[in-house]
Antibody, heavy 122, light 116 residues
């Protein structure tokens, strides 16, 4: 059964770069049927899609975050990563990684989620 | 980024049905959109429930009971999540999501469903 686990610092200083990694276990990261995504949730608020990355490294980013976001994938280690630069307090959130079904060359559902990791900017 | 509008809260009694709505902006036609629904309970990640495009093109997430279903109201440009036979365990936050352009997604603000 596929599982995802986020890891990274829980505290980041303002203006610095937030870096998180998601480790995939129990399944393959290399296939054309899935992308890998990041979603965040500020405390007490709703979900915000951050972006997706395929195993080839192709990315899609939320336009509102695009200037600060970068994602990468390491298929040999079955990991994908998120970097968010120039963070402020508004970037404080629980960050989730998730598997995205990719159906007929289009994004579909986030069907497997990590437990999430809280990142505080302070 | 487009905005998907969900009522902040809804309530219903056990055994009844709950109808949760997700209104798309006027420049996105719900008729041509896949609507995805997620359930989130406190302290847990979201859980994929289902997607709905039409009665002939829809799907339930793995392990999701058939009490959950989707539909659309084209006249209101709205996606709908219907939960029949409400149970106390259905009390949660529900989010809709669409992919308005290939690879770029947006969530609704969420509806907190209370089972009275």
């Amino acid at each position: 059964q596929l599982q995802l686990q986020e890891s990274g610092p829980g505290l980041v200083k303002p203006s610095e770069t937030l870096s998180l990694t998601c480790t995939v276990s129990g399944g393959s990261i290399n296939n054309n049927n899935h992308y890998w995504g990041w979603i965040r949730q500020p405390p007490g608020k709703g979900l915000q899609w951050i972006g997706n990355i395929g195993y080839t490294g192709k990315t899609y980013y939320n336009p509102s975050l695009k200037s600060r976001v970068s994602m990468s994938v390491d298929t040999s280690k079955k990991k994908f990563s998120l970097r968010l630069s120039s963070v402020t307090a508004t970037d404080t959130a629980v960050y989730f990684c998730a598997r995205l079904r990719w159906y007929v060359s289009a994004a579909d559902a986030f069907d497997v989620w990590g437990q999430g990791t809280m990142v505080t900017v302070s | 980024q487009p905005v998907l509008t969900q009522p902040p809260s809804s309530s219903a009694s056990p055994g009844e049905s709950a109808r949760l709505t997700c209104t798309l902006p006027s420049d996105i036609d719900v008729h041509y959109s896949n609507i995805y629904w997620y359930q989130q309970k406190p302290g847990s990640p979201p859980r994929y429930l289902l997607y709905y495009f039409s009665d002939s093109e829809k799907g339930l997430g793995s392990g999701v009971p058939s009490r959950f279903s989707g539909s659309k109201d084209d006249s209101a440009n709205t996606g709908i999540l219907l939960i029949s036979g409400l149970q106390s365990e259905d009390e949660a936050e529900y989010y809709c999501m669409i992919w308005p352009s290939n690879g770029s997604g947006v969530f609704g603000g969420g509806t907190k469903l209370t089972v009275l």
